[in-house]
């Protein structure tokens, strides 16, 4: 038994926005922008968002200031900043993180009175229609309905409800060319993270997620070297944002495992990049859970053979050469919180605290 659903809507091609313009008088009369501090200027994808907008004489508001990680604080600015004002849909451009933060200032700003902690307290509540411009190719924020965060003890957490599914999501890979290469790299990793994590928890019950994760890895495996060789190549881009997409649309359907539970302190307290911290953790637990269950891991992991594969292509983008020092208190604490976190219950296999503290150990640099 298995079940699909996608809610949105997805337009891709170089210019896709100007021609699919007419989509923004369906999605509301008054736009407030979600960004970062530069990679949406840096694109172009805001110029021509804003050009559209003019040209449709629809108004907006700015709102620019989505840090990587973005906290509690800066949901409840922006959420304050939306709801005085008269905007009626959320456009959100960037990276992973102005799109997580775009869903979640969407539900805030909607909830009057609603604050951050609200949002995780398992209630579907109503958000502004969100529209997705990214200019990464890796969260597959742009088709899920997850938005993660960071509290303010520093501890990554995410929701997602059914209104947060962004209504349409506009792919120009353009936009991604201008991606730093160890941001093109960390974020080309969480797309395969979350394209073999998916298929790990699918194990082939729903046939299209089963599909579109063979895909998206088939794609990243084949394709991440030609995009280093030649960065401003437009079309192995779009590949790239193409297979992100599809592992996107992976975890809308299974969510993720262990594996980003584990990474997750790893870029909060460490700014080790999202991706890396994933690629960091990924063959250890899909090791222990081949332990157990090999069949589930021979199929999550295809096309690559087998873990051994899989590491070297790891290790052929950086994954090895990460330096990292962790105390004794870091490693006990993560190992306690990551043992108990919710995505165990998606992990196959036998995880307790102490197979995270030989995990943490076995990562730390010499
Ligand atoms: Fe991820």
New binding site residues.
């Given amino acids: 038994m298995w079940k699909y659903f996608l809610p949105t809507r997805v337009f891709s091609g170089t210019k896709t926005i100007s021609h699919n313009n007419e989509l923004f008088r369906e999605i509301g009369t008054n736009a407030f922008i979600v960004t970062g501090r530069s990679s949406a200027i840096k694109s172009g994808a805001l110029d021509d968002v804003q050009e559209v907008l003019d040209a449709l004489d629809i108004p907006s508001t700015l709102f620019d200031e989505v840090e990587e990680n973005p906290s509690f604080s800066t949901i409840e600015k922006g959420g304050k900043m939306l709801s005085n004002s008269a905007c009626d849909f959320v456009l959100a451009i960037g990276g ?1 993180s102005p799109l997580d933060a775009a869903k979640a200032i969407s539900v805030v700003g909607k909830n009057g009175n609603c604050s951050c902690r609200d949002l995780f307290k398992g209630k579907d509540l109503p958000a502004f229609p969100i529209v997705t411009v990214p200019t990464t190719s ?3 924020s742009e088709v899920t309905q997850y938005s ?1 965060l960071t509290d303010p003890e520093g501890s990554k957490k995410g929701f997602g409800m059914p209104s947060t599914f962004p209504r349409i999501s506009f792919l120009d890979a353009r936009y991604t060319v201008t991606m730093p290469v160890d941001v093109t790299i960390s974020t080309a990793l ?2 395969l ?2 394209s073999i994590e998916g298929e790990a928890v699918n194990k082939g019950q729903n046939p299209l997620v089963k599909m579109l994760s063979k895909e998206a890895t088939k794609i990243i495996k084949q394709s991440l070297r030609e995009v280093l060789k030649n960065e401003n190549d437009v079309s192995s881009r779009e590949r790239i944002q193409f297979a992100a997409t599809l592992a996107g649309i992976v ?1 809308a359907h299974t969510g ?1 495992t262990a594996v ?1 539970a584990a ?1 997750y302190p790893l870029s909060s307290f460490k700014g080790i990049k ?2 890396m911290a ?1 690629a960091l953790m990924l063959i250890g637990i899909f090791e222990r859970i081949a332990k157990t269950d090999p069949n589930r891991i021979s199929g999550a992991i295809e096309p690559f053979t087998d873990l051994d594969e899989l590491n070297a292509f790891l290790q052929e983008f950086g994954v090895g050469r990460v330096s990292l020092q962790l105390s004794e208190e870091e490693i006990e604490k993560w190992s306690d919180q990551t043992s108990k976190a919710s995505h165990l219950k998606k992990t196959p296999g036998d995880f307790d605290k102490q197979f995270f503290v030989n995990l943490y150990k076995r990562i730390i640099s010499d």
């Fill in positions: 992973g890796g969260t597959g993660i969480d797309a993270s979350h975890i993720t980003h990474g999202h991706g994933n």
